[in-house]
C-alpha cells in the first residue's frame, strides 16, 4: 500500500511518500497475536516456586468460521473448543508455578493461528540455603 502526503514547510511543498508491504513477518506476527488475547498477561505470587492462583479471561478472533480449540503450551492439552464460531471467550482459573504459553488451533490440528502468554513473577525470590527449624543459643 502506498501513502502520498504533502506537507508545506516555508513556503515550500514537500510530498513524502510511504510504501508498506502487506507481507510484513514482523505486522504478521503482530496481527497473529492480536488474534487471541489474554487478560491480565501477568500472575504475582508471593515467593518464588509457588503456584500463582488468578482468574484470566481469553478472547479470539478469526476471519472465517470453524472448530477452534484454545491448548496450553507445550502439554497441548485443550482447555476448551468452540464449534463453527468466528469469535470466542473464555474464563480460565490460573494455576501455575511458572510463565505458561497459549494457542488457538484449528480443531485436530498441530498448527498454531494465535499464541498468547501468561507470564509469572514473584514479590520475593526463594532464598539458596534452607531455612533452619531451630536455633542454637
Known sequence: ??????????GVFVLLACTTSSVNADTGKQNQNKNLVVSPKR???????????????????????GNYCL??????????CWKQTRTGV???????DQSTGFALRKE???????????????VFKSSKRPKSSWKLF
Open 1 to 10: 500500500m502506498k501513502l502520498t502526503y504533502s506537507v508545506k514547510l516555508a
Open 43 to 65: 500472575c504475582v505470587a508471593l515467593r518464588q516456586g509457588q503456584i500463582c492462583y488468578q482468574d484470566v479471561t481469553f478472547q479470539w478472533q478469526q476471519p472465517l468460521a
Open 71 to 80: 491448548v496450553e503450551l507445550p502439554t497441548n492439552k485443550v482447555l476448551k
Open 90 to 96: 473464555f474464563e480460565f482459573d490460573f494455576q501455575y
Open 108 to 122: 485436530g490440528q498441530e498448527q498454531n493461528l494465535a499464541e498468547t502468554s501468561i507470564s509469572v513473577s514473584w
